[in-house]
Structure formats: structure tokens, C-alpha cells
């Protein structure tokens, strides 16, 4: 499967951004999909992720209450709907794809960058 990742921005603190990763070539509904990011200097963390269904959602602490992850299957697209934008949100964000029972994400997009101005 290959992934596209895009709705990155420059914001301001306090706003909001809503990032989209399309798949094509693989069977969308099939994939856990999940959301990382990596700051400058930083190692990449995990952000969020939604398994196959759409029934079971994780985040990370950081970004409980403020972002949400959302899937529409019939468009092949995963959603990361992002408010309340802090400038330590800065990064470089990347949609990946699993099947349920692996244990690592197999399949990454390229990143869109998203700059969150203080």
C-alpha cells in the first residue's frame, strides 16, 4: 500500500489543522493506520492510531483532548483533526499502515510538515 500524507500548514497557536493520508494500492479497510511525528532533533513518536474498523483509538498523552483520529474507508483516506495547536506540536507528521497482528508499522508516507507560530 502506499501512502500520501498532506494538509500540513503554517498556524497559529490555538488553532486548528486537519491533516489527511490517502492509501492506494492495497486494501484500505484491511490496515490499522496511525499517525507519528518527528520534531527537529527529536526521535519519532507516536501520535495516534485507529485500527481497522475505526472502533478502537489510541493517542498519545500529549495530544488527548486536542486531536482526533478518524478513517473513512470508502475514500481510502485517514483523518487527524488537530485543535487547540501548541507550538511543541512543531513536526513532521507521517500516516503508516499495519495489518492487526503485526506488531510494527510496515508502510509509511512521505510527512507534511505542520508549524505551529507562538
Known amino acids: 500500500v502506499q501512502l500520501q500524507a498532506f494538509g500540513g500548514g503554517l498556524v497559529q497557536a490555538g488553532g486548528s489543522l486537519r491533516l489527511s493520508c490517502a492509501a492506494s494500492g492495497g486494501t484500505f479497510s484491511n490496515y490499522n493506520m496511525g499517525w507519528f511525528r518527528q520534531a527537529p532533533g527529536k526521535e519519532r513518536e507516536f501520535v495516534s492510531a485507529?485500527?481497522?474498523?475505526?472502533?478502537?483509538?489510541n493517542y498519545a498523552d500529549s495530544v488527548k483532548g486536542r486531536f482526533t483520529i478518524s478513517r473513512d474507508n470508502a475514500k481510502n483516506t485517514v483523518y487527524l483533526q488537530m485543535n487547540s495547536l501548541k507550538p511543541e506540536d512543531t513536526a513532521v507528521y507521517y500516516c503508516a499502515a499495519k495489518y492487526d497482528d503485526d506488531r510494527e508499522y510496515a508502510y509509511w508516507g512521505q510527512g507534511t510538515q505542520v508549524t505551529v507560530s507562538s
Open positions: 485507529i485500527n481497522w474498523s475505526g472502533r478502537r483509538l
